[in-house]
């Protein structure tokens, strides 16, 4: 079982930068891959980035591919995403989660990830 805490969304102009932050309890954080997905209102959840159990891999959305960059330190129990450039498309709800499938490298399905934070309100304004 892990819990997670998400922080840094916030309101930003078009063009700035947030640093969001999400913090695992546990001692087991270096085993879950992690992803961060957003939820627009009116719109499903959707992917946007994952980085697998050692960090040495990541992967993006084509919408956030070259803004956004996903981090995790596993000796903090900590996962980032650097949202640089932002866009008001890109305002949504942002959820870190955990998968704890070994057998799966990375997914970006989020019906695979086991846990999930309760999220943080993004908001671009133009």
């Known amino acids: 079982q892990v819990q997670l805490l998400e922080s840094g969304g916030g309101l930003v102009q078009a063009g700035g930068s947030l640093r969001l932050s999400c913090a695992a309890s546990g001692r087991t954080f270096s085993s879950y891959a992690m992803g961060w997905f957003r939820q627009a209102p009116g719109k499903e959840r959707e992917f946007v980035a994952g980085i697998i159990r050692g960090g040495g891999s990541a992967y993006y959305a084509d919408s956030v591919k070259g803004r956004f960059t996903i981090s995790r330190d596993n000796a903090k129990n900590t996962v980032y995403l650097q949202m640089n450039s932002l866009k008001p498309e890109d305002t949504a709800v942002y959820y870190c989660?955990?998968?704890?499938?070994?057998?799966?490298?990375?997914?970006?399905?989020?019906?695979?990830?086991?846990?999930w934070g309760q999220g943080t309100q993004v908001t671009v304004s133009s």
């Open positions: 989660a955990a998968d704890r499938d070994r057998s799966v490298v990375f997914t970006a399905d989020p019906k695979k990830y086991d846990y």
